[in-house]
């Protein structure tokens, strides 16, 4: 049997969105950013609102995610994008407008505008990735670098008395009215990446829903910048992010998830 | 004739925008400009035209706003004073490079630092010189009474969606804060029909995607996105140049002066006249693009022209530049909030130009 034998309209199983580009990533292999950007984009194209959708992607790593999204999108500078997303929203409320950003974006040089953009309960949605690590300018520590944890410039790891403490952002946003689905989910397993999903369905749902912020967490693995191999730094998230940076639902219409 | 108000320089400015159609403001309060931002809330903009009214948690915030709502095609603006438009920069640079249209008012008060809550013009410099980071230019528009606080407002927003450019109202804290009789254009509609060749609306079936950006990594594609901008500037200096004269025709000595500065010296020019001295007042009201080509061929009459600044000596530079060195310029600032009288402006002509 040839290639040409088994590539069938009935023996299709699984087909990339139309709404990812065939541009090449730029990501590393084993980073968990291009399933994010998928699990995204089969949500937009699954709900049908390409046409209402806008983007906006960070400073970082994933500053070209317009480049791989086929959607409207807008490059914020660093940290801005819940600014950014809070002018389109506000001039276009019907529109389904979500931001994509990088730890150090959203928790660090953007703190402020991830705060007030929550507090003001603007109806969009904030995706953060949170791999403890600024990637692009090449590993340096992050606002959630764990304690201890080595980075390029925490090289005898981050020592917390000096450094300050891991941000939990996302506890934060949390304790704020305006934000009205919180959550911390995963993409290193077929089940996390299913769970990611539909907590992106559930956020951009929300947004018709008109009751606040959508705010999800992604822990994700950054394996050349904490100099491991893929399989490893999975291993090293489960085994050291997760305790800190526990999954799950942290706030649910509008209502905190008692545990 | 359209409705006489009388009116601060600030609320002129916020009337005007409600009436250009304008779309939303993000701003965040700084003195000598707060009354723009209340006066639109107090006109409670959502339900008078729908337009957006929002109070963002920094400057920084507010011109990100913008960013992110010129990019949806909407007539988006804000304002601050000194301080506050330095926080603004480096999203100014962003919205420059992206080609976005949007107007961005400046009423300046005095620096460097926190420095001063009075009148100033210090910041010529960095207005029409950029201001952030990377090669642009903001259209930039010098008001010199009420009047003109409320006509460059839309006349602002013409200019940005024309050129695709952030325009900038270079006031400051006189202008916002006194009060004359202004009057206001009539009322236009908000915009339904956007460009639909970059705004970012989401995709309908019928484009392809629009991306807001201002990054280009790869060299000669950043370089033809600078030659771009370049091209767009230099079509401004030929086509949107304004200035005006009083008593140019037969004067000898010439001021050099915009905004407040230029209301000073047009009372100087007449207290000169009546003294026999045959001066003129040549005002800039585009500072970008700056009047150089009537600055240049005034020199060959003039024996002599005298710039007046709220500031150290700004503009003074690109008056030199104009003159040549065909005769002598000379500079008279006060700064601080210190404002110069008339008789002071014409007994630093006579000593600086006249008599030296």
Known sequence: ?259 | MGELRLMKGNEAIAEAAIRAGCDAYFGYPITPQSEIMEYLAAEQTHKRTGMVFLQAESEIAAINMVYGAAGTGKKVMTSSSSPGISLKQEGISYIAGAELPCLIVNVVRGGPGLGTIQPSQADYFQATKGGGHGDYHLLVLAPASVQEMADFVRLGFELAFKYRNPTMILSDGMIGQMMEKVELFDAQPRAKEFDQSWVITGTPPDRKKNVITSLDLDPADMERHNLVLLEKYRRMQKEEVRYEEIECEDAEYFFVAFGSSARICQKAVSIARGEGIKAGLIRPITLFPFPTGVISERAGQAKGMLTVELNTGQMVEDVRLAVNGKIKVAFHGRMGGMLPSPDELVNALKEKIIES
């Open chain 1, 1 to 259: 049997m040839e290639a040409k034998d088994i590539i069938k309209e009935e023996n299709l199983v699984y087909s990339k969105t139309k709404l990812l580009t065939d541009k090449v990533l730029t990501y590393c292999p084993g980073c968990g950013h291009g399933v994010v950007h998928r699990m995204i984009m089969e949500v937009i194209e699954e709900m049908d609102i390409r046409q209402d959708v806008i983007g906006i992607s960070p400073v970082g790593c994933s500053v070209f995610a317009y480049d791989f999204m086929d959607i409207d999108m807008a490059e914020a500078a660093h940290g801005r994008a819940p600014a950014v997303a809070t002018g389109i929203k506000r001039c276009w409320p019907d529109k389904y407008v979500f931001t994509y950003q990088g730890d150090g974006d959203l928790a660090a040089i953007g703190t402020a505008e991830t705060i007030h953009a929550c507090n003001r309960g603007e109806n969009i949605t904030i995706i953060f990735i949170n791999n403890g690590i600024y990637g692009m300018t090449g590993g340096q520590m992050a606002p959630t670098t764990l304690k201890g944890m080595q980075t390029s410039t925490t090289p005898f790891g981050r020592e917390v008395e000096l450094m300050g403490n891991p941000l939990m952002m996302t506890e934060l946003v949390a304790q704020l009215p305006g934000t009205w689905f919180v959550t911390r989910q995963a993409v290193h397993k077929a089940v996390n990446v299913r769970r990611t999903k539909k907590a992106i369905r559930k956020a951009f749902e929300s947004q018709k829903l008109k009751k606040g912020l959508s705010f999800i967490e992604v822990v994700s693995n950054c394996n050349s910048g904490w100099k491991m191999k893929p399989v490893d730094s999975n291993k090293w998230m489960e085994e050291n992010m997760f305790p800190f940076y526990s999954l799950g639902d942290i706030k649910v219409d509008g209502e905190l998830v008692q545990k």
